[in-house]
């Protein structure tokens, strides 16, 4: 019930075009979904997250969509360009009392062709 | 500002070594995590302080050792490790309103022979 299941594992996009990262929860306790984004050899770093109270959240090219019903949210790259290659990992969690703990998914290695 | 810093950025240690990590935050944050990673794999939760105590140990073997001197400062000593436990290691912290929301530093990426 803790697990968060991220597709595809790997992706291949041409630049200029649109890359989607899917993910899905079973836990309806969670109410935070981070994204990260990993170049290899650093840190994970926060890219974008949203809360289940709303069903889009858009920071420049990159997007979020959440289906609450379906426990499923996916990150869409618009005008995807050759420095977003990187691994991208979703993730989900649950605020209030003692809860420190993020579920992530096991990542998305990105891809992105001149 | 929402940096996490580490020192060292490599490390390399024998199995008899005894080494620390070190963490550095500036943002207010109170709570702070240590994470190991292996490639192309997700983060995995170590330890976490909160308000500079020890909140969650994730069943971590004795050979690792957090430290949290203050609010600013978090330490993970090391003692006779083994080769499996080389893996890029991650501190992160955040603030106490909003636990989920964690910043990481770039790591330090350690290797044991």
Redesign the interface.
């Known amino acids: 019930q803790q697990q968060v299941k991220q597709s595809p594992q790997s992706l291949i996009v041409q630049k200029g075009g649109i890359s989607i990262i899917n993910c899905a929860y079973e836990n309806t306790a969670f109410d935070?979904f981070?994204w990260?984004q990993q170049f290899p050899?650093?840190?994970?770093?926060?890219l974008i997250?949203i809360r289940p109270d709303v069903s889009e959240k858009k920071e420049g090219r990159f997007t979020i969509s959440f289906n609450k019903s379906a426990k499923q949210f996916s990150l869409h790259i618009m005008d995807s360009q050759p420095g977003d290659s990187a691994?991208y990992?979703c993730a989900a969690?649950?605020?209030g009392g003692?809860?420190?703990?993020?579920t992530?998914?096991?990542?998305t290695?990105l891809t992105v062709n001149p | 500002d929402t940096e996490v810093t580490q020192t060292p950025k490599h490390l390399v240690m024998g199995m008899t070594n005894k080494k620390s990590l070190k963490c550095e935050q500036h943002m207010g944050h109170r709570a702070m995590y240590w994470y190991k990673q292996k490639a192309k794999k997700p983060p995995e939760l170590m330890f976490v302080y909160s308000y500079e105590k020890l909140s969650i140990n994730e069943s971590v073997p004795s050979r690792f050792s957090p430290e949290c001197p203050n609010s600013s400062l978090l330490n993970l000593h090391l003692h006779a490790l083994q080769p499996e436990d080389s893996a890029l290691y991650l501190c992160a912290s955040s603030l106490p309103g909003a636990k989920n929301i964690q910043y990481f530093g770039a790591g330090t990426r350690l290797s044991v022979l």
């Open positions: 935070y981070p990260y050899g650093k840190g994970p770093a926060l997250a691994t990992f969690g649950r605020s003692s809860n420190y703990k993020l992530f998914g096991k990542g290695l």
